[in-house]
C-alpha cells in the first residue's frame, strides 16, 4: 500500500485501480477475475521477495526487499540489558500474557523480543528510493499491510538459515 506520509489520506485501493483500468482497456474483464489475477500476482511477488529476491519496481519507482539488521543487548553498569538504548521490540502477546495473569504489572513491566532464533537479527520489508525519478519521492512511504510481515515472520521461522543481502 502506498501512502503519502504527511497530509490527509490518499490511498489506492483495488476499486480506484479497477475503474481506472475499465476506462484503459476496450473489453475488460469484470471485478473478480480483476482481484483474483491482482492477488495471484501480488503473491508471486512476496513469494519472491521472501526468498531473497529484490524486486524492482517498474518505471524506475525503487527496489522492495528484505533487509536484516543486528539488534544487540545493550548493557547498564549492573548488568541488566538497557531496553531503550537496545531498541528491542516489545512482545505483545507474551506480555498481554502476563498482565492477564498478573494484573498488577500492568504499563510496568514488558516483554522483549530477542531474537534467538535468528541470532539476534531483525527483518524488514523496506522500499529503497536509489535513482527514483519522480518529484517528491521522499513524501512518500512503503508500509506493508499486515499478511505480507505476517507471512514473512512465518517465512523466517520456518528457515532460520536464510540470509538476506543488502540492497
Not at 490527509?8 to 485501493?13: N, T
Not at 524492482?56 to 531496553?83: C, Q, R
Request: positive net charge.
Amino acid at each position: 500500500m502506498w501512502k503519502r506520509s504527511k497530509g490527509g489520506a490518499s490511498d489506492y485501493k483495488s476499486p480506484d485501480i479497477y475503474k481506472y483500468y475499465k476506462n484503459l482497456v476496450e473489453n475488460p474483464v469484470d471485478i473478480v477475475t480483476f482481484n483474483n489475477v491482482c492477488t495471484e500476482f501480488n503473491t508471486l511477488i512476496q513469494n519472491k521477495i521472501y526468498e531473497g529476491t529484490i524486486y524492482h519496481l517498474p518505471a524506475n519507482l525503487g527496489y522492495i526487499g528484505i533487509t536484516t539488521k543486528k539488534v544487540t543487548p545493550v548493557f547498564t553498569e549492573d548488568n541488566e540489558i538497557d531496553y531503550m538504548k537496545s531498541k528491542l521490540t516489545v512482545d505483545w502477546g507474551t506480555t498481554n500474557k502476563i498482565w492477564i495473569k498478573y494484573p498488577e504489572l500492568q504499563h510496568k513491566k514488558y516483554i522483549y523480543c530477542i531474537n534467538t532464533h535468528t541470532d539476534g537479527n531483525r527483518y524488514t520489508i523496506t522500499w529503497k528510493r536509489l535513482f527514483v525519478r519522480i518529484r517528491g519521492a521522499k513524501n512518500y512511504k512503503f508500509t506493508p499491510v499486515r499478511q505480507f510481515k505476517r507471512n514473512l515472520a512465518t517465512y523466517i521461522n520456518n528457515n532460520p538459515n536464510l540470509e538476506y543481502y543488502e540492497f
